[in-house]
T-cell receptor, first 113, second 114 residues
Framework: DAGVTQSPTHLIKTRGQHVTLRCSPISGHKSVSWYQQVLGQGPQFIFQYYEKEERGRGNFPDRFSARQFPNYSSELNVNALLLGDSALYLC????????????FGPGTRLLVL | QKEVEQNSGPLSVPEGAIASLNCTYSDRGSQSFFWYRQYSGKSPELIMSIYSNGDKEDGRFTAQLNKASQYVSLLIRDSQPSDSATYLCAARLTGSGNTGKLIFGQGTTLQVKP
């Protein structure tokens, strides 16, 4: 079975632009979580979606939004990009809402200039 | 105080030695703990999960949990140069409710020297 997939792998944007990142979970997994990892730090929780409903939100501004589709894939949107949004954005897939055993995708590396 | 803390390292061990990685957490009620390995430029890869006090072994890896001391560790036996990576400790805190929110430490960089 395929693992978690994310697209694109790399992205360069300028300040003020918006970006959409995409994630497909492992087949059969209904939960998708998004994390932001800044260089030298551990991942920080942004959102969790389970069965198309938002189940958790981290301490991120309203510029960050997400949604989950009927096929359980997910999009993370970031508006009005800031330099500080430059990071590795990780999608994690799990079979339950409690997120036991989360598997990460390869990530999308975003650079904001 | 950070919720999950790790020494950033680097921790340097010779090939064949035991590497010991440590992690402490602040939420006494936390139930689930995870160790991830992350190679430079790559995404985290799950190594082990542990939920009960004591040891859990998987091949060369042993995770140890002591809830009274709020302490989690990962031992890597017979360390190999390919084990050189950043090791992330993560906890699912009791305040997470019905979510899968994981709190990560900043990671410990391990260097295994041939």
């Amino acid at each position: 079975d395929a693992g978690v997939t994310q697209s694109p792998t790399h992205l360069i944007k300028t300040r003020g632009q918006h970006v959409t990142l995409r994630c497909s979970p492992i087949s059969g997994h209904k939960s998708v979580s998004w994390y932001q990892q800044v260089l030298g730090q551990g991942p920080q929780f942004i959102f969790q979606y389970y069965e198309k409903e938002e189940r958790g939100r981290g301490n991120f501004p309203d510029r960050f939004s997400a949604r989950q589709f009927p096929n359980y894939s997910s999009e993370l949107n970031v508006n009005a990009l800031l330099l500080g949004d430059s990071a590795l954005y990780l999608c994690a897939s799990s079979s339950t809402v409690y997120g036991e055993t989360q598997y990460f995708g390869p990530g999308t590396r975003l650079l904001v200039l | 105080q950070k919720e999950v803390e790790q020494n950033s390292g680097p921790l340097s061990v010779p090939e064949g030695a035991i590497a010991s990685l440590n992690c402490t957490y602040s939420d006494r009620g936390s139930q689930s703990f995870f160790w991830y390995r992350q190679y430079s430029g790559k995404s985290p890869e799950l190594i082990m999960s542990i939920y009960s006090n004591g040891d859990k072994e998987d091949g060369r890896f042993t995770a140890q949990l002591n809830k009274a001391s709020q302490y989690v560790s990962l031992l890597i036996r017979d360390s190999q140069p390919s084990d050189s990576a950043t090791y992330l400790c993560a906890a699912r805190l009791t305040g997470s409710g019905n979510t899968g929110k994981l709190i990560f430490g900043q990671g410990t960089t391990l260097q295994v020297k041939p």
